[in-house]
């Protein structure tokens, strides 16, 4: 922590249960008597991105008297979140950021929470516990075990090799899942509904396959019951949450009167599309704002290929171009248009239900992006991108390749991803990429060289990745002119380049 940080912690007291009446008079708190409500919900994943989305649309669901749906949230791996918000009570603050300025609300919808590497057995008991009605789910594209290209489980995935050999004592999100659903058979229990809140494409019926291969591997019998009875609802989710600084901390130790440790920043867009197949129920969600349709797909792709997929664009070739965030990022107006090409590329190979307003949803994206009182870095949209590329990028690409359309704009988006991952900037510095396959494309790019021709085959080879895609004619011509255009010119040169042409 910052050494203001530290020096307001220890002159201002911690937000917690019994001091909610000294907040500032203008901060909205939980509007009901926390001391009332029992959980329904274990949430897998406790990160920003939940406690400032679904945590607060149950905690509106709470307001309005569905006092049978709080959270339990796990940390998979990391005690940090726990040991943040136990001394608090699980109170936290939600900071909506504008350019106007910034309202508060602490959150109330989280009533405890588990590190599931500490005690595993903790973990599994809570979701096999007959109250658990609903496991939502926000542990990251890499979470869930799979090879992004094709949605199966990968069966040699470490964790996926652990949890086999540990069934009692799982690691991974999925091991979690068939571990608590084999309990509850096991007990003559009705199994939860599993509900996956990541960008994945067709995120519950991929997360349904993964975790039916996954309970077929140790018994067809536990693989068949999970594949017959358990609900994966699809969702599409999306709020802007940036990591929280220490620098936002003491903002909102400012704005609170008392210190959290553990806020979150966001925007004030939100939305969630769920589709409504909830096996053992669920709490009002349409009253609080979410809307329950009967398919998701369309919504799921409109948000990876327009704002996802412009998102990762802008991360990679800006983070080259020297830009911190997003938002500086927008305020070069050819870095404005190449997210605005992006989804207009996007954009034809999507069929939305009638009504929905493709142009206005577009826009609304390219002010979200400029907001700039959101410090949302470009180095942490890059992470995982192996993971990401397929439902982001290439599901277009393959789509405009298939009508013979052109696809430069995402082919310099992919070929920024290349020169990220080689690990090494335009000025020679090393970059941090954070992505499971980091090990793998750094040795690939190594072995390649700064040459084009010779990088751009060699990344689109990687089959987890790009599967047979790599191999298409049009695909290899356009990402490795677009690579060879980076190197020769420059990122913020290359978008310029390419949004004037
Ligand atoms: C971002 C997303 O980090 C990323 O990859 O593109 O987290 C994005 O901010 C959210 O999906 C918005 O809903």
Redesign the pocket.
């Known amino acids: 922590m910052s050494s203001s940080g530290q020096t307001q912690g220890e002159t201002t007291m911690r937000l917690g249960r019994a001091n909610l009446d000294r907040l500032a008079p203008r901060i909205r708190r939980p509007a009901y008597d926390r001391s009332r409500i029992t959980p329904g919900i274990v949430h897998l994943g406790l990160g920003a ?1 939940h406690r400032a989305h679904q945590a607060v649309v149950i905690d509106d669901c709470l307001s309005a008297g569905a006092n049978a749906w709080g959270i339990i949230g796990a940390s998979l791996r990391s005690p940090d979140t726990r040991d943040a918000l136990a001394p608090q009570d699980h109170l936290y603050t939600v900071a909506v950021r504008a350019a106007e300025g910034t309202e508060h609300r602490v959150i109330g919808a989280l009533l405890d929470s588990v590190v599931a590497r500490e005690k595993p057995s903790r973990l599994v008991d809570r979701m096999a516990d007959p109250s658990t009605r609903i496991v939502s789910l926000t542990v990251t594209e890499k979470g869930y075990c799979h090879t992004p290209q094709t949605g199966d489980l990968d069966e040699r995935h470490p964790d996926v090799v652990h949890d086999l050999n540990n069934f009692d004592a799982p690691r991974s999100a999925p091991g979690f899942i068939v571990a608590a659903l084999a309990r509850r058979r096991a007990q003559g229990l009705s199994p939860f509904t599993v509900l996956c809140c990541d ?1 994945l494409a067709a995120n519950g019926h991929t997360v349904q396959r993964i975790v039916t291969q996954f309970a077929a591997l140790r018994s067809k019998d536990l693989g068949k019951w999970i594949a017959d009875t358990v609900a994966f609802p699809c969702t599409m ?5 940036p990591e929280t600084t220490d620098a936002d901390r003491d903002a909102v130790a400012s704005a609170l009167g008392l210190r959290d440790a553990w806020p979150v920043m966001t925007e004030p867009f939100t939305q969630w599309v769920v589709e409504d197949r909830f096996a053992t129920g669920r709490p009002d969600l349409a009253a609080a704002g979410v809307e329950l349709v009967t398919d998701v797909k369309p919504f799921e792709l409109m948000k990876l290929r327009l ?2 997929a412009s ?2 664009a802008l991360a990679y070739l800006g983070y080259l171009a020297g830009y911190e965030t997003i938002a500086d990022t927008m305020t070069d107006p050819h870095f404005a248009r190449l997210a605005a090409q992006v989804m207009e590329e996007a954009a034809v190979t999507l069929t939305m239900p009638s009504g929905t307003d493709l142009a206005a949803y577009r826009a609304s994206l390219l002010k979200r992006f400029s907001n700039p009182a959101l410090h949302h870095r470009t180095w ?2 890059a ?1 995982d991108g192996s993971q ?1 590329l397929p439902q982001r990028l290439l599901g277009a690409m393959q789509d405009r390749i298939a009508r013979n359309m052109p696809i430069a704009t995402h082919a310099l988006a992919v070929a920024g991803w290349m020169r990220y991952v080689t690990a090494l900037d335009e000025h020679g510095r090393a970059i941090d990429v954070r992505d499971p396959l980091a090990g793998e494309l750094a040795a690939l790019a190594r072995e390649a060289g700064p040459v084009a021709e010779r990088l751009a085959p060699a990344l689109l080879g990687v089959t987890k990745v790009f599967g047979p895609l790599g191999a298409k004619q049009r695909l290899r011509e356009a990402v490795t002119a677009a690579l060879g255009r980076l190197y020769a010119q420059g990122a913020r040169r290359a978008v310029e380049t390419l949004v004037s042409t």
């Open positions: 991105f960008n989710v999306d709020r802007i949450v704002l996802n998102h990762s942490q949209i992470m990401k």
